[in-house]
Every structure is written in structure tokens, then in C-alpha cells.
């Protein structure tokens, strides 16, 4: 295609063929990005557009390689014709023909499995050369010190005995969580451990009949 064919009489030729309202949607989509990109830079190789156009709400970047995406390929070609050849760092080039091979997988579903393979290939390359990188290594094998706590950190309890109960304390304590003596003052237990009302009113915050529980529970004599 001649740099005279201006990208504006390509879009009109896509768009008098085409019979879908969302691929015209799509080219003309794919015509702002083009031009913007056309307003900075010359690079319209198709990783570049790919990118642009998928952030721009536009199609997948990897699905510009397949066989149905031929007219946005041909859009493409017509800017980066129009705009000359494009100034591409070398370091670029060489990456764009590292994966050329990509486009030549006409199975998309295989092509995705095929480029996820290469990154985690090019992944698990730099993780090895990173390595290797480290000549030497610093083990510290000195006894680890005993951390010493905040001066404002507050202080720990010692842990206590079994808490030793009366007959009348523990039958005190088991009586105030029983569901007789809550359903006698209108009171409900709640998963949590609170008490309230029928009305939802707190009466005792959550934990509380857990927490006697437990006193309960440490204060029974152990065979």
C-alpha cells in the first residue's frame, strides 16, 4: 500500500464492507488510536497498537493475530504506511523477532498456550541469571537476641490456676447462662455470646456467657 492511500479512505473502504455494527464500532475505535498514536510516535508494529487499542477499551492485543482480524491488520499497515517507517529501539526489533514466530499459530487457543510457555520460560531465564549474578552469599548464623518489648507495650498477665469455685459460685455462674433463667427475664443468647433483650437491647456484650463458660469449664475438677 502507497503512502498517497490516506488511513481515513481505508477506514471507509472497511466500513462499506463490513456488515457488523460492532466491527464498525471496533475499526473506528481502532482509527482514534491510530491517530493519536500517529500525533507521537510512528510505531504501529502490532504489539504496540495491541496494547493501546486494549486499553482503550478496544478487542484483546493477542486476538490481532488472528485469521477474522484481517481488516484491522489491513488498518494498521495503512497508518504505519502513511506514517513512514516507524523509529523502533533496537532492543524492540529484537524482542518483536524473538516472538515473531507467535503469528505464525494460526490456532488461537494453541498460540495463547504456546506465549504462555515463552513467559514463563523468559520468567523462570531471568530468576536463573539473577542468581547467578549473586557471587556471594552472607549466612548470619550468630544466635538470634530476644526481642525486647516497646517500653509503651502493654503488659502481659502471668497465666493463672484454674480458678477454684464454691458449690455456690459455680451453681451462681451456671444459673445466670442457663435458658431457663434467660428466657425467665426476657433475655436471648446470641452466637456471639451477648445477651439482650427480645427488643435487640444489649444487655451484656459479646463473649460474656462464653467467657463463664470457660471459668466454668477450668474450675471443674480434673480426675
Same mark, same amino acid.
Given at each position: 500500500?502507497?503512502?498517497?492511500?490516506?488511513?481515513?479512505?481505508?477506514?471507509?473502504?472497511?466500513?462499506?464492507?463490513?456488515?457488523?455494527?460492532?466491527?464498525?464500532?471496533?475499526?473506528?475505535?481502532?482509527?482514534?488510536?491510530?491517530?493519536?498514536?500517529?500525533?507521537?510516535?510512528? &510505531? $504501529? @508494529?502490532? +504489539? =504496540?497498537?495491541?496494547?493501546?487499542? %486494549?486499553?482503550?477499551? !478496544?478487542?484483546?492485543?493477542?486476538? *490481532?493475530?488472528?485469521?477474522?482480524?484481517?481488516?484491522?491488520?489491513?488498518?494498521?499497515?495503512?497508518?504505519? &504506511? $502513511? @506514517?513512514? +517507517? =516507524?523509529?523502533?529501539?533496537?532492543? %524492540?526489533?529484537?524482542? !518483536?523477532?524473538?516472538?515473531?514466530? *507467535?503469528?505464525?499459530?494460526?490456532?488461537?487457543?494453541?498460540?495463547?498456550?504456546?506465549?504462555?510457555?515463552?513467559?514463563?520460560?523468559?520468567?523462570?531465564?531471568?530468576?536463573?541469571?539473577?542468581?547467578?549474578?549473586?557471587?556471594?552469599?552472607?549466612?548470619?548464623?550468630?544466635?538470634?537476641?530476644?526481642?525486647?518489648?516497646?517500653?509503651?507495650?502493654?503488659?502481659?498477665?502471668?497465666?493463672?490456676?484454674?480458678?477454684?469455685?464454691?458449690?455456690?459460685?459455680?451453681?451462681?455462674?451456671?444459673?445466670?447462662?442457663?435458658?431457663?433463667?434467660?428466657?425467665?427475664?426476657?433475655?436471648?443468647?446470641?452466637?456471639?455470646?451477648?445477651?439482650?433483650?427480645?427488643?435487640?437491647?444489649?444487655?451484656?456484650?459479646?463473649?460474656?456467657?462464653?467467657?463463664?463458660?470457660?471459668?466454668?469449664?477450668?474450675?471443674?475438677?480434673?480426675?
Amino acid at each position: 500500500m502507497s503512502k498517497s492511500v490516506h488511513p481515513d479512505d481505508v477506514l471507509q473502504a472497511l466500513l462499506k464492507k463490513s456488515a457488523r455494527s460492532q466491527k464498525e464500532a471496533n475499526l473506528r475505535k481502532l482509527h482514534e488510536v491510530c491517530a493519536a498514536q500517529y500525533a507521537g510516535s510512528r &510505531d $504501529f @508494529s502490532l +504489539p =504496540a497498537i495491541g496494547r493501546l487499542w %486494549q486499553a482503550a477499551g !478496544g478487542i484483546k492485543a493477542r486476538a *490481532l493475530y488472528n485469521a477474522p482480524s484481517e481488516d484491522y491488520r489491513t488498518l494498521i499497515q495503512a497508518w504505519a &504506511d $502513511f @506514517s513512514g +517507517p =516507524a523509529d523502533v529501539p533496537p532492543t %524492540q526489533v529484537k524482542e !518483536g523477532r524473538r516472538y515473531s514466530f *507467535l503469528a505464525r499459530i494460526e490456532d488461537p487457543a494453541v498460540r495463547a498456550l504456546v506465549q504462555g510457555v515463552v513467559i514463563e520460560r523468559d520468567k523462570l531465564e531471568g530468576e536463573v541469571n539473577l542468581l547467578k549474578s549473586l557471587t556471594t552469599l552472607t549466612i548470619n548464623r550468630a544466635p538470634a537476641l530476644a526481642a525486647t518489648p516497646p517500653a509503651n507495650a502493654p503488659a502481659l498477665l502471668p497465666a493463672t490456676p484454674s480458678a477454684n469455685l464454691t458449690e455456690s459460685e459455680r451453681a451462681a455462674l451456671e444459673r445466670s447462662i442457663s435458658p431457663d433463667f434467660l428466657d425467665g427475664e426476657g433475655w436471648v443468647e446470641m452466637k456471639s455470646g451477648a445477651v439482650t433483650k427480645e427488643n435487640g437491647r444489649t444487655i451484656f456484650d459479646p463473649g460474656f456467657t462464653k467467657a463463664i463458660r470457660k471459668v466454668l469449664d477450668a474450675a471443674r475438677p480434673r480426675d
